[in-house]
């Protein structure tokens, strides 16, 4: 385990607002584990070929994905977008 956590960015209702129940809560699960990997999560998901930065993820079989940084100084994954094609 380690110390980072995860925030919606700049806020939840800004980000996940008037998301379906079940998205959000994907999305919510998928930022813990974010946080749990650590300054490792800054080499997770899209592009695969640099680490740092804007990251994306898939969710939910690919019917849609978040954008998230990972900030080590604040040891914090910061959840800015969520893209749904549901």
């Known amino acids: 385990m380690t110390d980072w956590i995860w925030e919606y960015n700049p806020s939840e209702e800004h980000v996940a607002g008037g998301r379906a129940p079940g998205v959000v809560a994907e999305v919510e699960r998928l930022a813990t584990e974010l946080a749990a990997l650590g300054v490792d999560a800054a ?3 899209r592009p695969l070929d640099r680490e740092g930065g804007l990251g994306e ?7 849609g994905f978040i954008s998230f940084l990972a900030v080590a100084r604040h040891h914090c994954v910061y959840v ?7």
């Open 43 to 45: 080499k997770v998901g």
């Open 57 to 63: 993820f898939d969710i939910l079989g690919g019917r």
């Open 80 to 86: 800015c977008s969520i893209t749904w094609y549901g």
